[in-house]
């Protein structure tokens, strides 16, 4: 399976700034999405980043909230703008394609914490 | 559209003993089901999965699951588990030429000496 990482691992923001998450993997792969994972919660499905083109969002959740870029077949990034303490979160991208076209691989995570 | 539904949101397991964790699912063509562990501070890794052929499929950290298509369950099961296996555990759904994935709310295991 695919080897996936994502910068930062961790981090605390204030209110109304902006971050930036990074997702790399170590091979091209077909699809990468991005999730939400509230706390205690379940994963809710952010959007699939496309290369080249403009992400597809799920029902409730927009660009300008989380714009989302793939310039590549192997890395995207994903934007929380503006942000809230309700966008304290785990932030995990995961893709598919590769080896193994049908099964989701997912990255470490990022933890958010807004104050 | 697909669901799942993990109805234990919590389990208590002592250690050596055996687990089961139930997953029921709702999806109206031959799904494609997974099992995923998070452990504390760390992403989701894929214990096993199905897509069809033999309906019970071993895993990574030996554990195994069973589809019961009757029952529109797969549930994951391990003989004796180990400290480290205290985790939380999702159950998905997908489906062939379909990539959305939708998730249970999990099960925390806790494992006790």
């Known amino acids: 399976s695919a080897v996936i990482s994502q910068k930062p691992s961790r981090d605390i923001c204030q209110r109304g700034t902006s971050l930036t998450i990074q997702c790399q993997v170590d091979s091209q792969v077909t699809m990468m999405f991005w999730y939400r994972q509230q706390p205690g919660q379940s994963l809710t499905l952010i959007a699939t980043?496309?290369?080249?083109?403009?992400?597809?969002?799920e029902s409730g959740f927009v660009i300008d909230k989380f714009p989302i870029s793939r310039p590549n077949l192997t890395f995207s990034t994903l934007t929380v703008s503006n942000m809230s303490p309700e966008d304290s979160s785990i932030y995990l991208c995961?893709?598919?394609?590769?080896?193994?076209?049908?099964?989701?691989?997912f990255g470490p995570g990022t933890r958010l914490t807004v104050l | 559209a697909q669901s799942v539904t993990q109805p234990d949101i919590h389990i208590t397991v002592s250690e050596g003993a055996s687990l089961e964790l139930r997953c029921n699912y709702s999806?109206?063509?031959?799904?494609?089901l997974f099992w995923y562990v998070q452990s504390p501070g760390q992403g989701l890794q894929l214990l096993l999965k199905?897509?069809?052929?033999?309906?019970l499929v071993q895993g990574i950290k030996g554990f195994e699951a069973e589809f019961k298509r009757s029952q529109s369950s797969f549930n994951l099961r391990k003989p004796s588990v180990h400290w480290s296996d205290a985790a939380e555990y999702f159950c998905?759904?997908?489906?062939?030429?379909?990539?959305?994935?939708?998730f249970g709310a999990g099960t925390t295991v806790t494992v006790r000496a």
């Open positions: 999806y109206g063509a031959t799904p494609y």
């Open positions: 980043a496309n290369q080249g083109s403009e992400a597809t969002y």
């Open positions: 199905y897509f069809s052929g033999d309906t």
């Open positions: 995961s893709v598919l394609g590769g080896d193994d076209t049908d099964t989701q691989y």
């Open positions: 998905a759904v997908g489906a062939a030429n379909d990539y959305k994935l939708s």
